[in-house]
Nanobody, 126 residues
Framework: QVQLVESGGGLVQTGGSLRLSCTAS????????LGWYRQAPGKQLELVAK????????NYLTSVEGRFTISTDYVKRSVYLQMNSLRPEDTAVYYC???????????????????WGQGTQVTVSE
């Protein structure tokens, strides 16, 4: 299995910044993508930002482009989300996702599978 541990959420005022971090662990062979999703109360889960670890291609939710930046540390198997100019509508639980992971489970090579972190709350006050 692949475990994802997130950190960095919290409460911030409008216009403030936060940096989310997520580190993957386990007997990982490869991960295709690392990304951040969010879910606000009463709303569907939505992709915020994703990065392809092979080519470095990124894609962002339109409403966060220019404000959020996704980055990775491939050696540490970590992904970060720098969030600037935060708005109340950014309030949500943010989840880290490892996409297309291949990993060892006992003596079997498994995957590709997707794994999720436990989520971290981001609250932006007016």
């Amino acid at each position: 299995q692949v475990q994802l541990v997130e950190s960095g959420g919290g409460l911030v005022q409008t216009g403030g910044s936060l940096r989310l971090s997520c580190t993957a662990s386990g007997r990982i062979v490869r991960i295709n993508t690392l990304g951040w999703y969010r879910q606000a109360p009463g709303k569907q889960l939505e992709l915020v930002a994703k990065i392809d670890l092979d080519g470095g291609h990124t894609n962002y939710l339109t409403s966060v482009e220019g404000r959020f930046t996704i980055s990775t540390d491939y050696v540490k198997r970590s992904v970060y989300l720098q969030m600037n100019s935060l708005r109340p509508e950014d309030t949500a639980v943010y989840y880290c996702q490892a996409g297309g992971a291949r990993y060892w489970l006992e003596i079997s090579l498994r995957g590709p599978d997707d794994f999720w972190g436990q989520g971290t709350q981001v609250t932006v006050s007016e």
